[in-house]
DNA sequence: GCCGTTTTCGGCCCGACTGTTTTCAGTCG
């Protein structure tokens, strides 16, 4: 997927780079567009142009599968070539800041030169941008506000992002000489959401001869005990060194953040009566073989990598009341896909072979609703058509159960995007906000509320509207929403895409409290993105999720009846 | 640039918001 990868981004990047030229917007959305599909289908590209059948896909015309056989055959694409001798690639990293698009792109490299988000940043603290036409001193503060965003994101990726690099690293520890035991600790240990540091551990007699045989791949720094380097996509890497014996001890320590560990360390002398030392295990007669025989030796209950977080979970293991855990197996419902009825990839059908693949006994599917033209959200009439669809579908015993539902936009005031009549259509509505992102908390707060009141809602779909390292949640109090979900018995989703991972795990955990279902939803617009529920799963671990907590866990009659009891009493 | 076709070029992606205008261009979902 590696050819794959470089050609979605020379396509993103020419859609961008014409439309700072000032091209055809629809001539560069044809670019993107590819790239979009390239990615969805996870098209094999050599394999397509092998046998001349990519320009059989939609979206792919002469001129493209002209450019992507020449890519394919030279590894470049000459258009683009030529094309980023005249507009600067740089520029493209000024349109991920919010708010500027290509034309002020262009704008702000005509006027001043301006070439890089540094520049820009320059030019703002030198108070240049304000005076431009079509800018103002509010502009350039928002401007330098999402500067200093970019900036705190910068050297961070997803979870998912580092699981390529991970990998690659841990298969190279595998054949590195000197190395006896290794494993992967710190922030992907424990599942984090955003990851600033790929961290392992390696238990060696050698630390030198493992460092140089790392050397060879990668420009590292060595201190003592540990090596760190940059991989190429930018993210930091730090491996530490241990002896045999105290490899157990740090694989712990190493794993828990910093609040877990002072905690853990605590309580590890209160009922040891050693003092703790992060780095050597205090007590010379035992030597720990596995992780579990640490907890024993204090006699707490095992606190699984997830949820080293903070003390709630030392609290809870020394009361022996860390639950069991929702696995991947627990899964038996697939709720809030895509389908090309709406901004997704594959048809109804498709999607629920591919979701009984995967072993799921029933899907809901959930297009956008109508106010959603972007998205080519569904009229009243098309609606129609589309539950007629499912009814056939469902007739020809695909062996997974189809329901109808909809993600309905939830409206400035509050309201869903259907009168009462179709509303009542649905076997299920999964209410979400995509815009008028920007009211005052209490605005905000009010229209999450009004939206779980309505009888019609059954889920609130990706609560915060957070997108991971590009967009804040916007402004809202959770805790009334998880509050009013409780009070009104509605489900709060959790959003499975890898961007999204919403709601985040600390208020899953209040969630629980509160006795909220919560429903974990890929929101996928293609078959391949439906195992983002697998990844999610790990999150709602980390919000100390058990398969009782989750309404996609019950089996399909038992999932009708709970959702036919929603906003009935 | 792609698509679909009354086959040779017009439509495609709409509407709301924002900030800067004084009637609108640019951005975003």
Sequence with gaps: MELEKKLIKILRNISILLQIKGENIFKAS???????????????????VRNGKLGEIKGFGEALVKKITEFVETGKISFYEKLIQEVPIELVSITKIPGIGPKKTKTLFEQLGIKSIDDLENACLEGKVANIKGFSKTTQEIILNNIQHIKAWKGKKQQFACFQEANNINNLLKSAPGVIEHSIVGEMRRYSEIISNIHFLVSTTEPNKVAKFLQEKFNLKYN????SFYTEEEVSVTINFTEPKNFVWQLHNFTGNKNYIEHFANLFQERTGNPFDFYQF????????REQQLFELLNIQYIPPELRENSLS????????????IKEKDLRGMIHVHSNWSDGFNTIEQLAIAAKNLGFEYIVICDHSQTAKYANGLEPERVDQQHKEIDELNKKNLGIKILKGIESDILADGSLDYDENTLKKFDLVVASVHSHFKMTKSEMTRRLVY????????ILGHPTGRLLLSRESYEVDIKEIIDAAADYG??????????RLDLPWEHLIYAKEKGVKISINPDSHDINSLTDIFYGVNFLRKGWLESSDVVNCLEHDEFVRFINSIGKS
């Design 30 to 48: 044809a670019y993107s567009n590819a790239a979009d599909i390239i990615e969805a289908m996870q098209l094999d590209i050599a394999e397509l």
């Design 282 to 289: 205090p007590l010379e007669n035992i030597i720990l073989k």
């Design 490 to 499: 509605k489900i709060i989703e959790f959003n499975a895409n890898p961007y």
């Design 314 to 325: 030392i609290f809870k293991a020394k009361e022996w009341k860390i639950p069991v855990l």
């Design 451 to 458: 939206a779980i009141m309505s009888p019609y809602t059954h």
């Design 224 to 227: 003592n005990n540990s090596v």
